[in-house]
């Protein structure tokens, strides 16, 4: 096999588009609760697609319930989908308002809190860093909080250093490198969009054409943002980040710094601390629904949550092949809601007398951080009309 098929053959996973489809089904599934509420109409393909395998206009509903919301009992203006922009730019925490409370709304299965590049981790990073400082200034042991300033700021520098830095595969410097790759991604792309997509197919009827037109602007985009790339590949910055990783886990060991970053993570509130109708006032999913109005209820949910949040630097697809490392913070919903299910919370003691809480797991602090490796999350993309 050619040296250029083995490069072809390794970067598959660049040519995957389920982060895209993934965000597409997140605001599918906004208009889905919004609609069963009594909001604005979903369309019929929104309204059958599905997660975990049930139907997002029944995973509407359970999510409703948690809310004591009943199907149909509002109205566009009582429950609508949240677009307003942030004036700093970056997305809300508010997706949905329904019935005059700001609502966060999550997928069933594994919840993403954040998946940013660089300058929103540094942000986030340095707001909680800041506030934590400040709060324990006159009690912290000086070299406690010298340890937390350390590490925090070597990670927001080695992060600082790599601000808005984009990475190619490797192969791409090699003669007709990149253009092998691009065109092979964009020849896949044609393959699976022309499988029941007719508005396509009827748009982009040749393939080769398709391919061509593609990779020319490809490469015009590669020549204007050239300044940007890195010289390195990305596998070989790839291949640091189990370091920056490491350091990422150091700062993630003390509690208030953990705490303090998912409450940003799931809330915004130091990032929009004057544009408070970007902040939630509560966290849903079809499993749940926790009040995020204060920091002492967000403190909860991070200790709750902690054995089920995977945290980790990797690559982020951008456009025409090209990566940004982004800090992303994944939690296991599904295992989290089936402890609660299959572990009574009260259980009798020895002699069978008054209730006693379970014992929390807290003998060892589980890593906070994933394998840098391990691929993004895969979306059931079915729907009534076109099951697997």
Same mark, same amino acid.
Not at 306 to 312: H, M
């Given at each position: 096999?050619?040296?250029?098929?083995?490069?072809?053959?390794?970067?598959?996973?660049?040519?995957?588009?389920?982060?895209?489809?993934?965000?597409?089904?997140?605001?599918?599934?906004?208009?889905?609760?919004?609609?069963?509420?009594?909001?604005?109409?979903?369309?019929?393909?929104?309204?059958?697609?599905?997660?975990?395998?049930?139907?997002?206009?029944?995973?509407?509903?359970?999510?409703?319930?948690?809310?004591?919301?009943?199907?149909?009992?509002?109205?566009?203006?009582?429950?609508?989908?949240?677009?307003?922009?942030?004036?700093?730019?970056?997305?809300?925490?508010? =997706? &949905?308002?329904?019935?005059?409370? !700001? @609502?966060?709304?999550?997928?069933?299965?594994?919840?993403? *809190? %954040?998946?940013?590049?660089?300058?929103?981790?540094?942000?986030?990073?340095?707001?909680?860093?800041?506030?934590?400082?400040?709060?324990?200034?006159?009690?912290?042991?000086?070299?406690?909080?010298?340890?937390?300033?350390?590490?925090?700021?070597?990670?927001?520098?080695?992060?600082?250093?790599?601000?808005?830095?984009?990475?190619?595969?490797?192969?791409?410097?090699?003669?007709?490198?990149?253009?092998?790759?691009?065109?092979?991604?964009?020849?896949?792309?044609?393959?699976?969009?022309?499988?029941?997509?007719?508005?396509?197919?009827?748009?982009?009827?040749?393939?080769?054409?398709?391919?061509?037109?593609?990779?020319?602007?490809?490469?015009?985009?590669?020549?204007?943002?050239?300044?940007?790339?890195?010289?390195?590949?990305?596998?070989?910055?790839?291949?640091?980040?189990? =370091? &920056?990783?490491?350091?990422?886990? !150091? @700062?993630?060991?003390?509690?208030?710094?953990?705490?303090? *970053? %998912?409450?940003?993570?799931?809330?915004?509130?130091?990032?929009?601390?004057?544009?408070?109708?970007?902040?939630?006032?509560?966290?849903?999913?079809?499993?749940?629904?926790?009040?995020?109005?204060?920091?002492?209820?967000?403190?909860?949910?991070?200790?709750?949550?902690?054995?089920?949040?995977?945290?980790?630097?990797?690559?982020?697809?951008?456009?025409?092949?090209?990566?940004?490392?982004?800090?992303?913070?994944?939690?296991?919903?599904?295992?989290?809601?089936?402890?609660?299910?299959?572990?009574?919370?009260?259980?009798?003691?020895?002699?069978?007398?008054?209730?006693?809480?379970?014992?929390?797991?807290?003998?060892?602090?589980?890593?906070?951080?994933?394998?840098?490796?391990?691929?993004?999350?895969?979306?059931?993309?079915?729907?009534?009309?076109?099951?697997?």
């Amino acid at each position: 096999m050619s040296n250029m098929k083995l490069i072809l053959e390794g970067w598959r996973q660049f040519v995957d588009e389920s982060l895209l489809v993934e965000a597409q089904r997140g605001t599918a599934f906004e208009r889905v609760v919004v609609h069963v509420a009594g909001g604005a109409q979903a369309s019929d393909e929104e309204l059958g697609y599905k997660a975990d395998g049930v139907y997002f206009e029944d995973l509407a509903k359970q999510a409703l319930d948690h809310m004591e919301i009943e199907p149909g009992t509002l109205t566009p203006k009582t429950a609508y989908v949240y677009r307003a922009t942030p004036a700093g730019g970056g997305d809300p925490k508010t =997706d &949905l308002v329904l019935n005059g409370i !700001k @609502v966060s709304l999550k997928m069933p299965g594994g919840i993403q *809190l %954040v998946s940013g590049g660089y300058k929103t981790a540094i942000a986030d990073l340095s707001a909680a860093e800041k506030e934590i400082l400040e709060a324990v200034e006159e009690t912290l042991e000086e070299e406690v909080e010298e340890k937390i300033l350390t590490d925090t700021q070597i990670l927001i520098g080695e992060m600082q250093d790599k601000l808005q830095v984009k990475w190619l595969p490797v192969g791409c410097a090699e003669s007709g490198g990149y253009e092998g790759l691009i065109r092979t991604k964009y020849e896949r792309e044609w393959d699976r969009k022309a499988n029941g997509d007719r508005k396509f197919i009827k748009e982009n009827p040749d393939k080769e054409a398709f391919a061509a037109r593609n990779v020319n602007r490809a490469i015009v985009w590669v020549e204007k943002n050239k300044e940007k790339f890195a010289k390195e590949s990305w596998e070989a910055y790839r291949a640091t980040l189990p =370091d &920056l990783n490491a350091l990422l886990n !150091k @700062v993630m060991e003390d509690d208030d710094m953990r705490h303090a *970053l %998912v409450d940003e993570w799931i809330t915004g509130r130091r990032r929009f601390a004057a544009e408070p109708a970007h902040i939630p006032d509560v966290l849903l999913d079809p499993n749940g629904s926790h009040s995020v109005r204060t920091t002492e209820q967000t403190r909860e949910i991070a200790t709750n949550w902690f054995p089920y949040l995977k945290a980790n630097i990797r690559g982020k697809g951008r456009p025409n092949l090209s990566k940004e490392p982004a800090l992303r913070v994944d939690f296991d919903a599904n295992s989290y809601y089936n402890e609660l299910m299959n572990e009574s919370h009260f259980c009798p003691d020895d002699e069978g007398t008054a209730p006693v809480e379970p014992t929390q797991q807290e003998d060892t602090l589980r890593s906070f951080i994933e394998d840098p490796d391990i691929g993004d999350l895969k979306v059931d993309v079915s729907t009534k009309e076109n099951k697997d």
